[in-house]
Nanobody
Framework: VQLQASGGGLVQPGGSLRLSCAAS??????MAWYRQAPGNQREWVAR???????DYADSVRGRFTISRDNAKNTLYLQMNSLKPNDTATYYC?????????WGQGTLVTVSS
């Protein structure tokens, strides 16, 4: 199983980016985004169930939107009103039964 994250880059504060995560197969009960800033531990950002229920970390609620296209086996993270402290490597995650899979990460840098 492979998860391929993409869409990161350099953006100014207040800007937007959309991350994508293409999965090599379907069937994940829950998919999520995590992030890790330099020197920090990896932290959970948002999750979405197969049925479409979503949940967000307080730090991104109202600014980020997680979604998934089950037909395309793709997970998305729309990030608006980006702040410098959103700078991190973003990782997608998929849970299937007792197995957890990780993508390779995509770097988001928010800076003027």
């Amino acid at each position: 199983v492979q998860l391929q994250a993409s869409g990161g880059g350099l953006v100014q504060p207040g800007g937007s980016l959309r991350l994508s995560c293409a999965a090599s197969r379907s069937g994940f009960e829950t998919m999520a985004w995590y992030r890790q800033a330099p020197g920090n531990q990896r932290e959970w950002v948002a999750r979405i169930t197969a049925g479409g229920s979503t949940d967000y970390a307080d730090s991104v609620r109202g600014r980020f939107t997680i979604s998934r296209d089950n037909a395309k086996n793709t997970l998305y993270l729309q990030m608006n009103s980006l702040k410098p402290n959103d700078t991190a490597t973003y990782y997608c995650n998929g849970v299937s039964g007792t197995a957890r899979y990780w993508g390779q990460g995509t770097l988001v840098t928010v800076s003027s």
